[in-house]
């Protein structure tokens, strides 16, 4: 019995072999590749780089007003932080009392509620504030969104026509699930994702957690070399692949099960772009729920570069005790449901204007 390996002429070579079983399998192989059919990567880096822009577009807004009424109720103090989300990542701010210039999230305003405050920001400051500080982020964000989806995508295919060929000309023999393929991919497209941009990701938390200059972001660089090497720009590589590692592998896993379950259930005539959405707000909330105290000991590890050495030479158990004995086991929950605001409809919106726009290219 020939092997298979997701070739385009894979049909074919089944076919050649004779026999009204291979000519089973074949067709089955040939309708599995057209339904595991996929765009370019020009037309998968347009798409996600679509995903990307719309999600930041849609979520900033949301983010700014969020901010703006958290300053109104109870003013930053000086040197508190607070996150600034533009649906792609978390970006960590500091808040300061001194207004020169006067900051976007400082700006007054009597704002009753956020229907009020999107008014009020609009007529008052223009539409264009609504959009504070989305530029920055995007700068690190688009070109790592865009490498993570396009590395998950074409992997995840590549699995399943392997999964796809076995079941064809090997029945008897057992094959993962399909959403092992995308559990599978998603993890290795976001540890070589995580790899690239982790360095950028510690420096850019540290400028922002305490709002340094370029030539103190040079010194301090240099000395966390001098002190550490390499190693000292992978503070937080250990944290955050132990959250994102499990979020994608949950993430992907859990929207091709619901997509492929959603899709069944509404028939042919289903719609690409709710089924989509569907899947990725609802896979969105249980990775987040399973990895949220993974995100709170990322936070607190990468921040401490910089700091003195015996600050940065804490192993990731030392920051976890750290954790609990000074807040206890509510450390690890802390901020849990303003992330699940946040995550689910960025997810949603990601992954349904990436998936429409890629069924816009197959057409």
């Known amino acids: 019995m020939p092997s298979c390996d997701g070739e385009p002429n894979c049909s074919s070579r089944a076919a050649s072999c004779g026999g009204r079983e291979n000519l ?15 765009v370019g ?14 999600t930041s577009l849609f979520m900033t807004p949301l983010d700014v007003v969020k901010i703006r009424l958290q300053q109104q109720s109870r003013p930053f103090p000086k040197g508190e932080c607070f996150y600034y989300h533009n649906g792609l990542m978390d970006v960590v701010c500091e808040a300061c009392e001194v207004r020169k210039p006067c900051e976007w999230y400082q700006r007054p305003g009597n704002f009753r509620g956020m229907a009020d405050a999107f008014v009020k920001i609009t007529k008052h400051e223009g539409i264009r504030s609504l959009w504070s500080g989305l530029a920055p982020t995007m700068v690190m964000a688009l070109p790592a969104t865009v490498f993570y989806f396009t590395t998950y995508d074409n992997l995840s295919v590549w699995l399943k026509k392997k999964m796809c060929c076995r079941r064809a000309f090997s029945p008897e023999k057992w094959t993962p699930p399909d959403w092992t393929a995308a559990a599978t991919a998603g993890i290795a497209a976001r540890t070589l994702s995580v790899t690239l941009v982790s360095p950028i990701e510690m420096i850019r938390t540290k400028m922002q ?6 030539h103190e972001l040079g010194h301090l660089i240099k000395s966390s070399w001098a002190t550490k090497g ?9 944290p955050t692949m132990l959250r994102d590692i499990p979020f994608s592998g949950i993430y992907w896993a ?10 069944r259930l509404q028939g042919p005539d289903h719609s690409p772009f709710v089924v989509s959405f569907v899947s990725g707000a609802s896979a969105g909330v249980v990775a987040s729920v399973f990895t949220h105290p993974f995100d709170v ?32 086991m509510g450390a690890f929950s802390a901020g849990l449901l303003p992330r699940l605001v946040k995550v ?20």
């Open 297 to 328: 000991i990322k936070t607190n590890a990468q921040i401490r570069i910089g700091g003195n050495l015996d600050s940065m030479n804490k192993s990731i158990g030392e920051v976890i005790r750290e954790m609990y004995q000074t807040r206890g």
């Open 344 to 363: 689910s409809p960025a997810c949603a919106i990601m992954i349904s204007f990436y998936e429409y726009f890629k069924y816009l290219f197959q057409k």
């Open 24 to 38: 089973s399998a074949a067709k089955k192989v040939e309708c599995c590749q057209k339904k595991l059919m996929t």
């Open 209 to 214: 957690s305490q709002k340094l200059t370029y």
């Open 41 to 54: 990567i020009a037309q998968q880096i347009t798409a996600s780089s679509s995903g990307a822009i719309v």
């Open 230 to 238: 390499i190693s000292a720009f992978y503070l937080g590589w250990t």
């Open 254 to 263: 859990g929207y091709d099960w619901f997509k492929t379950r959603l899709t």
